[in-house]
Nanobody, 115 residues
Framework: QVQLVESGGGLVQPGGSLRLSCASS????????MAWYRQAPGKQRELVAL???????NYAHSGEGRFTISRDNLKNMVYLQMNTLKPEDTAVYYCKAAYQGRAYWGQGTQVTVSS
C-alpha cells in the first residue's frame, strides 16, 4: 500500500507560480514512477509530468518549459514546480505512484489560475 498526500494548491494569478508537493508513505526509492496528473471540470484526467527512480522525466506538451517535476528520495517527496501559470492550468492536480504493478493516487489538490 502506498498513501499519497498532495499539498500546495491554491489560487494564483495568471503568470504566477505554485509548487505542489506529494508526500509518500512508502520509500519512493522503491517506486519506479511517480507522476502528476490533472483533471479540469468536464475533462478527462491527463498526465502532466512523470519521473522515474533514475531521475528521467517526461512532460506533457502543455507543461513543457513551464513545469518541473522533481523527487527527494530522502524525504519521500515529489514536487511539481509550475511557473507562468495560465487559466487553462486550472484543475485538480493528483499525484500517482506506480508500485508493484499497481497504481496509487492521492486525493488531489485544487489549482485555480484566475485574476
Amino acid at each position: 500500500q502506498v498513501q499519497l498526500v498532495e499539498s500546495g494548491g491554491g489560487l494564483v494569478q495568471p503568470g504566477g507560480s505554485l509548487r505542489l508537493s506529494c508526500a509518500s508513505s512508502t520509500s519512493i526509492r522503491a517506486i519506479y514512477i511517480m507522476a502528476w496528473y490533472r483533471q479540469a471540470p468536464g475533462k478527462q484526467r491527463e498526465l502532466v509530468a512523470l519521473i522515474n527512480n533514475g531521475g528521467m522525466t517526461n512532460y506533457a506538451h502543455s507543461g513543457e518549459g513551464r513545469f518541473t517535476i522533481s523527487r527527494d528520495n530522502l524525504k519521500n517527496m515529489v514536487y511539481l514546480q509550475m511557473n507562468t501559470l495560465k487559466p487553462e492550468d486550472t484543475a485538480v492536480y493528483y499525484c500517482k505512484a506506480a508500485y508493484q504493478g499497481r497504481a496509487y493516487w492521492g486525493q488531489g489538490t485544487q489549482v485555480t489560475v484566475s485574476s
